[in-house]
Nanobody, 115 residues
Framework: QVQLVESGGGLVQAGGSLTLSCAAS????????MGWYRQAPGKQRELVAA???????NYADSVKGRFTISRDNPKNTVYLQMNSLKPEDTATYYC?????????WGLGTQVTVSS
């Protein structure tokens, strides 16, 4: 089983930047895709960004051009660089990892963007 720990959440003003980190441990062999999801109050959890072990990425339309996902394979860590933050980005952000057909989740980190 993969264990995931997120960090880097906090309170920022609109237009600011924040970087989230997610460190994987446990059964890390054969982890393929890692990504970030978010869930705001009253809304469903949605995919923000994902990255494969080979470096291929995909993003939600709402964050394209503002967010960048990357991973450091030797450190088993994935990052989400968030720029030009908007109040609508406010949510709990969750790290995800796929190993074979199984998904693992972190406990989440809160991001709050004030106007």
């Amino acid at each position: 089983q993969v264990q995931l720990v997120e960090s880097g959440g906090g309170l920022v003003q609109a237009g600011g930047s924040l970087t989230l980190s997610c460190a994987a441990s446990g059964s890390i062999f054969s982890i393929n895709t890692m990504g970030w999801y978010r869930q705001a109050p009253g809304k469903q959890r949605e995919l923000v960004a994902a990255i494969t072990s080979g470096g291929s990425t995909n993003y939600a339309d709402s964050v394209k051009g503002r967010f960048t996902i990357s991973r450091d394979n030797p450190k088993n860590t994935v990052y989400l660089q968030m720029n030009s933050l908007k109040p609508e980005d406010t949510a709990t952000y969750y790290c995800n990892a796929k190993r074979y057909s199984n998904y693992s989740w972190g406990l989440g980190t809160q991001v709050t963007v004030s106007s």
